[in-house]
């Protein structure tokens, strides 16, 4: 989904791409790189917006979101999600981009292809050193894992 959002970045379509990354921030709203996202959206309808009034709303989005991005004090980066013959394994990591060295604590869910929740699943990561990066991984074990959601950590 986010290189999605990317290749309608680069076809500068904002029509295309706004439901994607309205998507990608229900899916990932833990990565600040899905609000900067939003804001490339905004910035990509103002680039074209002759209006002078709409354009200083639009304008007004692009530094929202990208207000957003820069005072979110983490982020998680999803960099596998294997679908098993029995379960799944969801693993990334998470920087702390705050101030202070602090623990994170990440639920899943893991769900089947109707969306029903199959399973959940938790790992707590840290403590991450300010300006530091761990990694994480959580697992699944029941049959007919095809995807996952995750609430937004704190």
Same mark, same amino acid.
């Given at each position: 989904?986010?290189?999605?959002?990317?290749?309608?970045?680069?076809?500068?379509?904002?029509?295309?791409?706004?439901?994607?990354?309205?998507?990608?921030?229900?899916?990932?709203?833990?990565?600040?790189?899905?609000?900067?996202? /939003?804001?490339?959206?905004?910035?990509?309808?103002?680039?074209?917006?002759?209006?002078?009034?709409?354009?200083?709303?639009?304008?007004?989005?692009?530094?929202?979101?990208?207000?957003?991005?820069?005072?979110?004090?983490?982020?998680?980066?999803?960099?596998?999600?294997?679908?098993?013959?029995?379960?799944?394994?969801?693993?990334?990591?998470?920087?702390?981009?705050?101030?202070?060295?602090?623990?994170?604590?990440?639920?899943?869910?893991?769900?089947?292809?109707?969306?029903?929740?199959?399973?959940?699943?938790?790992? /707590? +990561?840290?403590?991450?050193?300010?300006?530091?990066?761990? /990694?994480?991984? +959580?697992?699944?074990?029941?049959?007919?894992?095809?995807?996952?959601?995750?609430?937004?950590?704190?």
């Amino acid at each position: 989904t986010f290189f999605l959002a990317q290749i309608y970045y680069d076809k500068k379509d904002p029509v295309a791409m706004m439901p994607v990354v309205d998507r990608l921030l229900e899916m990932d709203p833990s990565n600040p790189d899905n609000f900067l996202l /939003k804001a490339y959206v905004y910035q990509l309808m103002a680039a074209t917006e002759k209006d002078a009034k709409k354009k200083a709303t639009l304008n007004a989005q692009v530094a929202d979101w990208g207000a957003k991005e820069g005072a979110m004090p983490h982020k998680l980066a999803v960099t596998q999600f294997a679908r098993l013959q029995e379960g799944a394994i969801l693993s990334g990591t998470i920087e702390n981009r705050g101030k202070a060295e602090k623990s994170y604590t990440l639920d899943v869910e893991f769900l089947d292809v109707a969306g029903t929740v199959l399973e959940n699943g938790s790992v /707590k +990561v840290g403590p991450i050193k300010a300006g530091a990066t761990d /990694k994480f991984e +959580v697992r699944a074990t029941k049959k007919g894992v095809a995807a996952y959601r995750y609430k937004a950590i704190q």
